[in-house]
């Protein structure tokens, strides 16, 4: 199984800013996974990073909103743009393996 | 759209009972995969079921799938305080690469 380790753990941010949530795995997979839950919700799944290429976006999720870094296959980060409390969720990156997913402990992030 | 629904949103009950927990879905499936999240913290996966498997156990866990209901149920056999979180299924379609996760069961169980 993988680990993964994910920062910060929580952040309190002013509407506006920026945040990058890190993720680090302990092994090389070629895809992450990065997903929003919103309070009191499920899983929502943002996008699909692969290393070497660009990010693949979910319906009603945008680049400018969330760019995301792939830069080798042990790393990624989620950029949370423009800020608004509305974006005050936990937010997970996975990795797929075999048939299942193994996830971060998540960012909880208040936007206030 | 959610592919899984799961009911009940929430279930209390005393330690050393059952709780059953259920989830449906809308399409194909190749595996179907329950997850336990404890105080909005990351996910553990717990059990996974294949398409043509109707019953699996691990431990105090059972899972059913029904495919030609297009249902599942996680029963916790004599429940435990430590088993309070949030439960939820995540149907896959793609062999681990394309999830989409039911709205969860809040288990409370109380000592």
């Known amino acids: 199984s993988a680990v993964i380790s994910q920062k910060p753990s929580r952040d309190i941010c002013q509407r506006g800013t920026s945040l990058t949530i890190q993720c680090q795995v302990d092994s090389q997979v070629t895809m992450m996974f990065w997903y929003r839950q919103q309070p009191g919700q499920s899983l929502t799944l943002i996008a699909t990073?692969?290393?070497?290429?660009?990010?693949?976006?979910e319906s009603g999720f945008v680049i400018d909103k969330f760019p995301i870094s792939r830069p080798n296959l042990t790393f990624s980060t989620l950029t949370v743009s423009n800020m608004s409390p509305e974006d005050s969720s936990i937010y997970l990156c996975?990795?797929?393996?075999?048939?299942?997913?193994?996830f971060g402990p998540g960012t909880r992030l208040l936007v206030l | 759209s959610q592919q899984g629904e799961e009911d009940p949103q929430a279930l209390s009950i005393q330690e050393g009972e059952n709780a059953t927990m259920n989830c449906s879905y809308k399409?194909?499936?190749?595996?179907l995969q329950w997850y336990r999240q404890n105080s909005g913290r990351g996910l553990v996966h717990l059990i996974l079921i294949r398409s043509n498997e109707r019953e699996k156990h691990s431990g105090r866990l059972r899972v059913t799938l029904d495919t030609s209901k297009k249902s599942s149920s996680l029963l916790i056999t004599a429940s435990r305080a430590a088993d309070t979180a949030s439960y939820f299924c995540?149907?896959?379609?793609?062999?681990?690469?394309?999830?989409?996760f039911g709205p969860g069961t809040r288990l409370s169980v109380l000592p």
């Open positions: 990073a692969n290393q070497g290429s660009e990010a693949t976006y």
């Open positions: 399409t194909s499936i190749n595996n």
């Open positions: 995540a149907t896959d379609d793609n062999y681990g690469q394309n999830f989409v």
């Open positions: 996975s990795v797929p393996s075999g048939e299942t997913q193994y």
